[in-house]
């Protein structure tokens, strides 16, 4: 048997409506459940990232004072908010 046949053989097994509809239900996207979508990522991608504790101080428009924070310029500086 040559590989494509052996291969659009598994294919046919494999990818059915039912297998699709349970992949689609299993990972949240039908019905929509935003809980098990974000139970499907790492754990890292889960947490909010924290307010980066650096800022500066500059004036609005109408002189008030705004504290803005430090915009992370390279990927050390992002991970650190991780």
């Not at 046949?5 to 349970?22: G, M, S, V």
């Not at 909010?48 to 428009?61: D, E, F, K, N």
Request: proline letters at 10%.
């Amino acid at each position: 048997m040559e590989f494509l046949e052996i291969l659009k053989e598994a294919w046919d097994k494999a990818i059915t409506l039912l297998n699709i509809k349970k992949a689609w239900k299993a990972v949240g996207l039908e019905p929509y459940n935003p809980k098990v979508v974000m139970q499907q990522l790492p754990e890292q991608l889960r947490a909010r990232p924290a307010t980066p504790l650096l800022t500066v101080t500059q004036i609005g428009p109408t002189g008030e004072t705004v504290q803005v924070p430090v915009t992370p310029s390279n990927i050390a500086q992002v991970d650190k908010l991780f």
